[in-house]
């Protein structure tokens, strides 16, 4: 059974940093890419990010493109997103989740984690 | 990026009804090498993270009912619940995933008349 839990969400100062990870199990992690989706309280679904299994390629949306760094350590079967120069419109709920299929990701998303909170506050 | 629509924003229903929800992109999500739409509908129920609960645009996953089903081509679709069930109560998006970044709707809350 596919289990994706997220931690490292916090109340952080606008311009701090922050650290989010999702360890995954019940599937071949390696095998698989990964994305970070973000949801602001009481709105809807943003998608932040994706890495390809092998992690070689990255993908960003533009809101966060030199501030947020997705990573990820196969050998620990945990995706990572670094979280930097923190804004107030970065608070959300920020979710971890396995693409569809094995190979070139296709941004369907399959398993969802349950989520891990960032607010940025002063 | 494509542009996601939905409506309505809610809408609701008595038990045993019909709910329908529209979809529209503001580009073609049919590829035309595999003839797929690649368009997914999720539900998120309160508290709880998103579930996938059909994709290219009409391809239930395993375990959703029957009584919801995706239809659509291009750059319309509908997502249809037959005989509302207490249990579905919940706000559903839509997504495209034929371009980098994918996109979603704004999301439509269904709730019990």
């Known amino acids: 059974q596919v289990h994706l839990v997220e931690s490292g969400g916090d109340v952080v100062q606008p311009g701090k940093s922050l650290r989010l990870s999702c360890v995954a199990s019940?599937?071949?992690?390696?095998?698989?890419?990964m994305h970070w989706v973000r949801q602001a309280p009481g709105k809807g679904l943003e998608w932040v990010a994706v890495i390809t299994n092998d992690g070689n390629k990255k993908f960003y949306t533009d809101s966060v493109k030199g501030r947020f760094t997705i990573s990820r350590d196969n050998s620990l079967n945990t995706l990572y997103l670094q979280l930097d120069s923190l804004r107030a419109e970065d608070t959300a709920a920020y979710y971890c989740?396995?693409?569809?299929?094995?190979?070139?990701?296709?941004?369907?998303?399959?398993?969802w984690g349950q989520g891990t909170l960032v607010t940025v506050s002063s | 990026d494509i542009v996601m629509t939905q409506s309505p924003d809610s809408l609701a229903v008595s038990l045993g009804e019909r709910a329908t929800i529209s979809c529209k992109s503001s580009q073609s999500l049919l590829y035309s090498s595999n003839n797929k739409n690649y368009l997914a509908w999720y539900q998120q129920k309160p508290g709880q993270p998103p579930k996938l609960l059909i994709y290219?645009?009409?391809i239930r996953e395993s375990g959703v009912p029957d009584r919801f089903s995706g239809s659509g081509s291009g750059t319309d679709f509908i997502l249809t619940i037959n005989s509302l069930q207490a249990e579905d109560v919940a706000v559903y998006y839509c997504?495209?995933?034929?371009?980098?970044?994918?996109?979603f709707g704004g999301g439509t809350k269904v709730e019990i008349k």
């Open positions: 997504q495209q995933y034929y371009g980098t970044p994918p996109t």
């Open positions: 019940g599937f071949s992690f390696s095998y698989y890419a």
């Open positions: 290219w645009a009409s």
């Open positions: 989740a396995r693409d569809y299929s094995t190979g070139p990701f296709t941004q369907l998303l399959h398993h």
